[in-house]
């Protein structure tokens, strides 16, 4: 041990620097694994030896040790140590299967009922009005005849391209319609902007853990995939900059409000300096918004596209989380140096999105009916939130930590030392419950000590008993 002690040696902390100390060290080993002064197989030194040899506390080597882990770059063994791992040279050496099938909708319910999911973050389908669906299908149809049946513009609807641009400019978002472009669902935005933007061997960061749909969508275009960890205020600033300032990413993929899976949302001085790098750098940013309706705070949330003032920011909305998710219903602003290429894209994917469910959706706004169904199911799921929360309090043990979203379905739960969630969530569906294994949220999948709970779906009576579950196998 004493040679890898050496090695380090050199490495300069300084309480000065505005980084924190956790991320200059991060910062530092990362930039020796990818120089190749250390390689894979290269035993680090115990977490004690170098804390007292650097003078920091043994904690700030833990998190920084941890998040180099999470990202891919070393490995851990219980009595063995953390190890530089074998990083992929090429996209084809990373995982294929990194979109996981908890991320894509389930096509049959549990018949009997005897599993309680808490995986799902699709809405309940019971609390759906239907008859409103009803009487706006019959109306397009007697107004439409057959054109509701023909293709649409690629674009999208004209008169729902017009809605909302109203809809957003209630957020503050302030576009035309012309700068938008309809899509079937926020995983073909992803893609479309992965296919308009992304050259193989191109850099994205994403923020780490994030949506395995956009890791899939990123890969799949040859592009090397690099993890920004969050903070309780949004995304790691230090960290994001060193890294900006090494490898100049073509495009920065982010959820500043009720990220999933975490549910953290970004501070106003995180959005602000973020938007300061993204144009020093002079980097795209793909603001995917899939939920930020249900926020249960006293104050609306924003997108972060309101702060857009160089037409960097593309907005990604999809309706499909907090309304019907069959219906593949989504929109994305396209900035005008990359319209042109958006456009082309969407037109090689699929011709048009379905008219019918366009022209449907443009009388919800036109309506009203938009705003009203908002307005109900953020009245249901802040009640089944408030319930979950005041539950988990009193049922979990100390083995788990949940973080507390300001809205959303679902919670973000941090295991302690020594719980495998990969374990733990097969255990749980050997007991009828059914949970979302943290490890598919990071791209190398290397984090096996996170798990998402959701109540989308699920009664009162539900929660209690799957959480019952839970607290049981964790003691």
């Given amino acids: 041990m004493p040679d890898s002690l050496n090695d380090f040696s050199s490495i300069k902390i300084s309480r000065r620097q505005k980084t924190p100390l956790y991320a200059q060290l991060y910062n530092t080993i990362l930039s020796r694994i990818q120089n190749g002064q250390i390689t894979p197989g290269y035993l680090l030194p115990p977490v004690r030896k170098l804390a007292a040899r650097l003078g920091i506390n043994p904690g700030t080597v ?42 894509i909708p389930a096509t049959e319910h549990d018949p009997s009922g005897s599993n309680i999911d808490m995986s799902s973050i699709s809405l309940n389908p019971d609390i759906i009005s239907i008859e409103q669906f009803k009487r706006l299908i019959l109306k397009v149809l007697d107004r439409d005849q057959g054109h509701a049946f023909s293709y649409q513009e690629s674009q999208g609807f004209g008169p729902l391209r017009e809605s909302l641009t109203a809809y957003l400019a209630l957020s503050g978002i302030h576009t035309t319609a012309g700068h938008l472009q309809i899509i079937s669902g926020a995983q073909q935005g992803i893609d479309i902007i992965a296919r308009a933007l992304l ?57 500043p409000n009720l990220q ?22 002079n980097v795209y940013v793909l603001e995917d918004d899939y939920i930020r309706e249900l926020s249960y705070a006293k104050q609306p949330l924003l997108p972060l596209k309101v702060m857009d003032r160089d037409d960097r920011i593309i907005y990604l909305k999809s309706f499909s989380k907090i309304f019907m998710p069959g219906l593949r219903l989504a929109f994305l602003t396209m900035p005008s140096a990359l319209a042109d290429r958006i456009l082309k894209v969407k037109r090689l994917a699929d011709l048009s999105t379905s008219g019918l469910t366009q022209r449907v959706f443009d009388l919800y706004l036109r309506e009203g009916i938009w705003q009203q169904h908002i307005r109900a199911i953020r009245r249901i799921y802040r009640t089944h939130y408030q319930y979950t929360e005041e539950r988990a309090r009193f049922l979990l043990p100390d083995k788990i930590r949940l973080l507390h979203p300001q809205g959303g379905l679902s919670f973000w739960g941090v295991l302690s030392e020594g719980i495998n969630s990969t374990a733990l969530c097969a255990a749980a569906a050997q007991n009828g419950l059914i949970l979302t294994d943290g490890s598919g949220f990071y791209p190398l999948r290397t984090d096996t000590s996170h798990l998402r709970l959701s109540f989308a779906t699920l009664t009162p009576a539900q929660i209690e008993a799957g959480l019952h579950i839970l607290s049981r196998l964790l003691s």
Avoid at 200 to 214: I, L, N, Q, R
Avoid at 237 to 248: K, S, W
Wanted: one cysteine or more.
């Fill in 62 to 103: 833990v998190s920084a040790y941890r998040e180099l882990e999470q990202n891919g770059y070393i490995r851990s063994r219980a009595g063995a140590g953390s190890f530089v791992a074998e990083l992929p040279t090429s996209p084809e050496q990373e995982p294929e299967d990194s979109i996981d099938l908890f991320e």
């Fill in 199 to 255: 050259a193989h061997g191109d850099y994205v960061f994403t923020e780490s853990p994030t949506y395995p749909g956009a890791i899939a969508a990123f890969r799949a275009r040859g592009a090397k995939i690099i993890g920004i960890p969050l903070c309780r205020s949004g995304i790691d600033l230090a960290i994001l900059e060193e890294q900006l300032r090494r490898f100049h990413p073509r495009l920065l993929y982010i959820m």
């Fill in 260 to 281: 999933n899976p975490t549910g953290i949302t970004y501070d106003r001085e995180t959005r602000s300096r973020l938007m300061g790098l993204a144009r020093y750098y």
